[in-house]
């Protein structure tokens, strides 16, 4: 048990269309990174915040967002969405800042139609 | 960019005897590698890391061996248990560990 959940667990939207997926951390935890993960894929690292800042991004295109709250729960939103964004979602975040070690939640699974 | 490769999608080993899970990675500017184990359904796990300057780190039945020269990294179970079973990912990061790189993962099939 890791602490860390995510919501919903599922989801399906149509292209075109926005999506906020959410995270929610341990108390402490004031680093959160959001993962996508295509099937049979490893997870393809989307941005970091710390301490609600953007702190490190990947090879993501702006439409993809994101927010994170001072009571350690932290938000990811596509805009326009492709059915190439079909995929697991994952958020990770680790305590007292950027660490090696982090702590996975579940994972939200999007299907874009 | 695919900075970190395994490139074995399965492993099958009988209980008791060792798995050797391998990576590979092209950026040698990475400070830290990391191994996370997924189960079915829930999110990955950290389970051991290891520092560029160093070549081993054991923590129980898992040693990792960090190859520089070569770029490339191996994690070792030993025994391996049926528990074990489990698709594992490498991972590295700078020291800011403010990115992170995943390789596509291997899946362990430990046969009781």
């Known amino acids: 048990e890791t602490g860390v959940t995510q919501s919903p667990t599922h989801l399906i939207k149509t292209r075109g269309q926005q999506v906020t997926l959410r995270c929610s951390s341990q108390?402490?935890?004031?680093?959160v990174s959001w993962y996508q993960q295509a099937l049979g894929q490893g997870p393809q690292f989307i941005f970091q915040?710390?301490?609600?800042?953007?702190?490190g991004r990947g090879n993501f295109p702006p439409r993809f967002s994101g927010l994170q709250f001072p009571n350690y729960s932290s938000e990811l939103n596509v805009n326009a969405l492709e059915l190439d964004d079909s995929a697991l979602y994952l958020c990770?975040?680790?305590?007292?800042?950027?660490?090696?070690?982090?702590?996975f939640g579940p994972g939200t699974r999007l299907l874009v139609l | 960019d695919q900075q970190v490769k395994q490139n074995s999608p399965s492993l099958s080993v009988q209980e008791g005897r060792i798995s050797i899970l391998n990576c590979d990675y092209t950026n040698s500017m990475f400070d830290y590698f990391l191994w996370y184990k997924k189960y079915p359904a829930e999110g990955p796990t950290f389970l051991i890391s290891?520092?560029?300057?160093?070549d081993k780190n054991e923590d129980g039945r898992f040693t990792v061996f960090l190859n520089k020269s070569a770029k490339h990294l191996s994690l070792h179970i030993v025994p391996s248990q049926p528990g074990d079973s489990a698709v594992y990912f490498c991972a590295a990061s700078d020291y800011n560990f403010n990115k992170f790189y995943f390789g596509s993962g291997t899946k362990l099939n430990v046969k009781p």
């Open positions: 990770a975040s680790s305590e007292e800042g950027p660490r090696e070690t982090q702590y």
């Open positions: 915040y710390y301490r609600e800042e953007e702190n």
């Open positions: 290891i520092s560029s300057i160093k």
């Open positions: 108390s402490g935890h004031n680093t």
